[in-house]
């Protein structure tokens, strides 16, 4: 290994030290509203939860019912309108540090390569182009995109695109992964293997995440806790210990799992989807 | 059971082949549908012209106020002979050019930059839009007295004639940058000046080469147009001149080097698109 690469890794068990004491993310009585030509609409009324190291939280709810506001206000490109967002004990103005944010949309830049997007992050902090490049090429082999690193994202399927999203996010190594609807546009083998490979990343690195998701059966499958919320105000309804074990990283055994259909039944009933 | 198994293999192993073909025959197919296409569009000209021969030809009004195909063919040739065509399309290629360049890098410059301040852009709106709708052809007289004669006040002209719809094209672009991009641009910590060097200046080179191949022509017809209000050389001068003089015939030929010049710079342009973003190719 080279000093670099021990440098990094005494880095990660330093933090690893440090994250055991502080939860990652704190979210205090948060409440948000958006003001719609004068007519004030609550979208969040009451929200609370803790993201603990190393831990998966799911975040399920009926559809319109501010999941992406809470997502969009937990990266600070919203403010809350009361209540507190700690990052590692602290309130943090404007972008928390590492954290990784990926949404439904891959968002790749077209005109970069698959590699290009991947260390788009790592630029951004100025990274030297060599190492990002080594990095870049490492996450990529690692989600299964070895030969595809030059390839730019119109020749890619949506699944692959998906990955170089994953992998763009993990390639700069965050604490906390915020991943909103990530899987839900890929058909169920392509959703099935990159949530395999996200939930065996994210433990393999002792990493936090918090998925907003539409699809029950993926909040039981890859989480720990399913933190259930109401219609708009929104406000949590229910929560679930999700004990299916938790180094579980195959999500099609999972639902062999005779707790698993007992989890997802419970939740279903609890969004209270009212039939027409 | 050996045969067996052969004859189960026998389709893969022959299924490169057949895999082959069908894409050779889907690349003649489309190869086949280009040549017909180009053979219409000839065919029409052909029809369009032997037309417009025969017309001219039974009547000579006709021959003096249309002019005809043969008589223009004469005059491009004579123009040729005596290298006239050369020395206009040179000096019109010219102005159209820098024009083209001038009015482009400032109008790009600044539409891109407006992105920068939402203030500011909402500031000079109006006055964008104002300057936007002032016919050109009004500003010639006052170019001239203000340029001079010469070259300058047909780039003048020309530049003038680009600066406004490249400002608009390219401010366009960049304020179309998905918003979902910007703020993922943000969670990964990049300044505004990152978000405008990594996204919005790349983003935007679509509508910019959009706004390149329209000004193309709005160069040219700048040019063209200053040329009009005093010159002594240039192609607006050939067809100003020959016209004052009713050659038509030689309007027609100084018209048709025209509009070969302006496919000319077309495909240029499009070539230089093509060469910038390598992405769009592999679609």
């Given at each position: ?276 | ?36 296409i180009l053979a219409t569009q000839l065919a029409i000209l052909a029809a369009f012209l032997s037309l417009w021969e025969h017309a001219t030809s039974a009547n000579s009004?006709f021959a003096f106020m249309f002019g005809s195909p043969s008589a223009i063919a004469g005059f491009l040739g004579?123009m ?168 038509i015939p030689k309007v027609f030929a100084a018209l048709v080097v025209t509009i070969a010049?302006?496919l ?20």
């Open positions: 290994m080279t000093a670099q690469g021990a440098d990094r890794e005494l880095e990660g068990v330093m933090s690893a030290q440090a994250r055991t004491a502080e939860p990652p993310l704190v979210v205090e009585h948060v409440a948000k509203s958006y003001d719609l030509d004068g007519r004030i609409m609550p979208v969040i009324s009451d929200l609370s939860l803790i993201l603990r190291v190393g831990e998966i939280i799911s975040i399920v709810g009926p559809s319109g019912c501010g999941k992406t506001t809470l997502l969009n206000t937990l990266c600070g490109l919203l403010l809350p309108d009361s209540g507190h967002i700690l990052w590692h004990g602290r309130e943090v103005f404007g972008q928390p540090q590492n954290v990784g944010y990926m949404l439904q949309k891959d968002l790749l830049l077209p005109w970069r390569t698959a590699l290009g997007n991947t260390m788009l992050g790592l630029e951004i902090r100025g990274v030297a182009t060599a190492e990002a490049e080594d990095r870049g090429r490492a996450m990529l082999d690692q989600l299964g995109l070895h030969g595809f690193a030059d390839h730019y994202p119109s020749t890619l399927s949506g699944g692959m695109r998906q990955r170089v999203a994953l992998a763009r996010t993990l390639v700069n190594e965050p604490d906390v992964l915020l991943l909103d609807e990530p899987f839900a546009s890929l058909d169920f083998q392509s959703k099935l293997l990159i949530e395999n490979d996200t939930v065996g990343l994210v433990r393999q690195g002792r990493r936090s995440l918090l998925l907003i998701t539409h699809d029950i059966e993926e909040a039981v499958s890859l989480a720990d806790r399913v933190i259930v919320l109401s219609k708009r105000p929104t406000k949590v309804k229910a929560v679930y210990d999700i004990e299916l074990g938790s180094e579980r990283t195959d999500m099609m055994a999972v639902r062999e799992n005779p707790g698993f259909s007992h989890y997802v039944r419970s939740i279903w009933a609890d969004l209270d989807v009212v039939r027409q | 059971m050996t045969a067996e198994i052969e004859t189960a293999m026998a389709p893969t192993t022959k299924s490169p082949v057949e895999t082959a073909r069908p894409f050779a025959a889907r690349r003649w197919k489309r190869l086949r549908a280009a040549l017909t009004v004579q040729v002979r005596d290298g006239s065509v050369f020395r206009d399309t040179y000096v019109t290629g010219l102005e159209t050019l820098l024009g083209f360049f001038v009015g482009n890098l400032f109008g790009t410059l600044i539409g891109l930059s407006l992105w920068y301040s939402r203030f500011v852009s909402r500031v000079v709106e109006p006055f964008i839009i104002a300057l936007g709708s002032i016919p050109i052809i009004a500003l010639a007289p006052i170019i001239i007295i203000w340029f001079g004669t010469g070259l300058v006040s047909k780039i003048a002209m020309s530049t003038l004639s680009v600066v406004i719809v490249a400002l608009v094209t390219s401010y366009k672009g960049a304020v179309g940058v998905d918003p979902d991009q910007i703020n993922l641009m943000r969670t990964l910590g990049a300044s505004k000046f990152q978000i405008f060097r990594k996204l919005v200046v790349p983003a935007s080179l679509a509508d910019i080469f959009a706004g390149l191949k329209l000004t193309v022509g709005f160069a040219l017809i700048g040019a063209i147009v200053g040329e009009f209000m005093s010159s002594s050389e240039g192609l607006g001068h050939a067809i100003f001149k020959a016209g004052s003089l009713y050659v010049l302006a000319l710079l077309t495909f240029i342009v499009g070539k230089v698109e093509r060469l910038l973003m390598p992405w769009r190719r592999q679609i």
